[in-house]
T-cell receptor, first 113, second 111 residues
């Protein structure tokens, strides 16, 4: 079974630009969560989607948004990028999202210059 | 609020046991988790323990839970150089819809 796939793996943007990251969950998994990982703040929850609906959102500004498609693939978007948005963005999938047993992708490393 | 605390670094010699400690705040967590992150990779679930258990053993891994003190530990027996990684303790948030992670403990194993 293929794992969680995130694209792109690495990207460099400049302040003020916007970025879209993609996540393909494990086949059959309907829940997709996104986490931001930085050296200072560690892993922080962004949002979780199940069957195209956002069920939960972390404490991030409105510049961070996401969506999920009918095939469970998910995208997250960050608009008006700031230097502090530089991070590893991790996507995780699970069958229902009702437990903490998450399957993580390798992440998308975003650098904002 | 919800918080998970871990020590940041642990250094051991190959063949020794490693013990990684964690404290958490939300006593309503049903499960507590240990994840491992190797360099350049995402997180991998190592093991978890149900909150009404005191101990869980899985091959070289032993998880101990002291619910009264809200303390969780992960013991790795016969630590190998391949165990070098960052280990994260995690609990569910109060809504049960997301994981709250500690900052991670970097385990360094020397031969």
């Amino acid at each position: 079974k293929a794992g969680v796939t995130q694209t792109p793996r690495y990207l460099i943007k400049t302040r003020g630009q916007q970025v879209t990251l993609s996540c393909s969950p494990i086949s059959g998994h309907r829940s997709v969560s996104w986490y931001q990982q930085t050296p200072g703040q560690g892993l922080q929850f962004l949002f979780e989607y199940f069957s195209e609906t956002q069920r939960n959102k972390g404490n991030f500004p409105g510049r961070f948004s996401g969506r999920q498609f009918s095939n469970s693939r998910s995208e997250m978007n960050v608009s008006t990028l700031e230097l502090g948005d530089s991070a590893l963005y991790l996507c995780a999938s699970s069958p229902t999202g009702e437990t903490g047993e998450l399957f993580f992708g390798e992440g998308s490393r975003l650098t904002v210059l | 609020g919800e918080d998970v605390e871990q020590s940041l670094f642990l250094s051991v010699r190959e063949g020794d046991s490693s013990v990684i400690n964690c404290t958490y705040t939300d006593s309503s967590s049903t499960y507590l988790y240990w994840y491992k992150q190797e360099p350049g990779a995402g997180l991998q679930l190592l093991t978890y323990i149900f909150s009404n258990m005191d101990m869980k053993q899985d091959q070289r891994l032993t998880v101990l839970l002291n619910k009264k003190d809200k303390h969780l530990s992960l013991r790795i027996a016969d630590t190998q150089t391949g165990d070098s990684a960052i280990y994260f303790c995690a609990e569910n948030n109060q809504a049960g819809t997301a994981l709250i992670f500690g900052k991670g403990t970097t385990l360094s194993v020397s031969s």
